[in-house]
């Protein structure tokens, strides 16, 4: 039997294709990373989530060492300058920058790593890919599609025959629909800035336009191609990214190096919302991953990180996702059921064929988690373990009886019903002669005791 034929839908010819990477032995794949200015928050945790999956099931099908995954931090942007500014006055901006996407970036990394996420092969940052950017505004401005004005070097939009394919966006509704008023200095209204000059103590570095930043497009252009190539597999990010963000890294790309195509493939992530309203922090209706997984802000406690990854991946990545606290619920219970059904297997074992086979259908995970309903032992642990849970393992581990454990709580519940400290204190101390350590809490609906345990 060969591999599974993996088959994904790309936004660009909006059907689903036959992946066919361009060279087998290097997979590549982009996705745009956190503008680090604010802990992220659970809707951005969803692309983060979505697309360690994709990585996961391309290292299952390809090798480990034949994918290469860049997700970019985004360390230089206006509402970075802005959030520095405002957090630490009269600090000097360039060390409250230092400061702000620091402690962001670390918060992103202990968010992803909670939520069981790959780290990406490539993690680059904007700050340290400058002279990649400069280069690429050079080859634009030289080749006619940039130009100057206004302090500004702005990316002429009719300069590109194709542009807006991706969007499905024609120039001339865009300039009819644009709501805007037209900045005067652009030659059109969607012409967008490549590189903008930089005054006082805002960060700048020096350029043939003056001291300036780069624009935000601009940056995942150079760092892909530094990275991945002028042409690689698969770019992805969230559907808010498609217009305009992918669609003027499309045209900067191909643009700058005279190609037909910057990715074959792009993906996008549908939204995660609360009351029918997309997760955002201009909404101010979002809650950050890190108040999920530490705090009791969500649903009155708080929530371990392969429960809000399954809760994510319950849901088809394209559809939307009402997030709920039944939702997680729902992912808790699941979790524990694999938990049980897993307790003494190794992830050893071999995948299962068949789950690989449904994930190959446009990251089938719903599917796939029905079939992994069917599994225990070994191939149920393996098969979580490329779906990227394997956290759940460690709390419940090998070689306890957990249904005696069960029982002995129950018990000891009962004994505590009836004031009976002392002997409910002997079951306790008998369980932990076996390594198992009791955690009693509070059921947040119904206000009853309630006894978790994990192993130490
Ligand atoms: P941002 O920091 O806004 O650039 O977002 C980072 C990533 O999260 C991008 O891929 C966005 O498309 C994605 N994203 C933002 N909000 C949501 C949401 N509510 N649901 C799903 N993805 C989102
Ligand atoms: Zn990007």
Not at 319 to 343: N, Y
Not at 364 to 387: E, F, K
Not at 395 to 407: H, T, Y
Request: charged letters at 25%; one cysteine or more.
């Amino acid at each position: 039997m060969g591999e599974p034929r993996l088959v994904l839908y790309n936004t660009l010819t909006r059907m689903k294709e036959d992946f066919r990477p361009i060279d087998p032995d290097n997979v590549r794949m982009y996705v745009c990373g956190p503008t680090v200015y604010d802990f992220a928050h659970i809707g951005n945790a969803r692309p983060a989530i979505v697309f360690d999956v994709l990585f996961r099931l391309l290292r299952h099908l390809y090798g480990e060492a034949h994918v290469t995954y860049v997700r970019n931090i985004t360390d230089v942007d206006d509402k970075i300058n802005a959030r520095a500014a405002r957090d630490h006055p009269g600090m000097n901006l360039n060390e409250a920058i230092a400061l702000v996407t620091g402690k962001t970036t670390d918060q992103y990394h202990a968010d992803t790593r909670a939520l069981g996420c790959l780290e990406p092969t490539i993690e680059p940052r904007a700050t340290d890919n400058i002279a990649q950017m400069r280069d690429m505004i050079q080859a634009l401005v030289n080749k006619g599609h940039a130009y100057e004005a206004g302090g500004e070097v702005l990316f002429d939009v009719t300069s590109m025959p194709g542009y807006g394919a991706l969007s499905n966006r024609k120039l001339d509704e865009q300039q009819a629909g644009a709501r805007v008023a037209v900045e005067e200095h652009k030659k059109n209204p969607g012409d967008f800035v490549l590189w903008k000059q930089s005054s006082g103590d805002e960060p700048g570095w020096p350029s043939p336009w003056g001291v300036g930043r780069p624009g935000w497009h601009l940056e995942c252009s150079a760092m892909s191609a530094r990275y991945l190539g002028q042409e690689f597999d698969i770019h992805g990010g969230g559907l808010d990214l498609i217009f305009p963000h992918h669609e003027n890294e499309i045209a900067q790309s191909c643009c700058a190096h005279g190609t037909q195509k910057m990715a074959n493939v792009w993906m996008h992530n549908g939204f995660l919302q609360v009351e029918g309203q997309k997760m955002s922090k201009s909404l101010g209706n979002f809650i950050t991953i890190h108040e999920l997984l530490a705090t009791d802000k969500f649903g009155g406690r708080a929530w371990p990180g392969e429960v809000l990854r399954l809760a994510m991946l319950m849901t088809h990545y394209r559809d939307p996702i009402d997030f709920s606290r039944r939702k997680l619920e729902e992912a808790e219970r699941l979790l524990a059921k694999f938990a049980r059904k897993a307790a003494g297997a190794k992830a050893a074992g071999p995948v299962d064929a068949e789950c690989v086979e449904i994930l190959c259908d446009d990251l089938n995970v719903s599917g796939a988690l029905a079939r992994i309903n069917a599994l225990d032992g070994d191939t149920l642990a393996s098969t979580l373990d490329l779906l990227g849970f394997s956290h759940y393992r460690m709390k419940k581990a090998a070689g306890v009886d957990e249904s005696m454990i069960a029982e002995r709580i129950e018990a000891r519940l009962a004994l505590i019903g009836e004031k009976n400290w002392a002997e409910a204190d002997a079951i306790r101390d008998e369980l932990a002669a076996l390594g198992v350590q009791l955690k009693d809490g509070k059921d947040p609906v119904s206000g009853e005791r309630v006894t978790d345990w994990e192993m130490r």
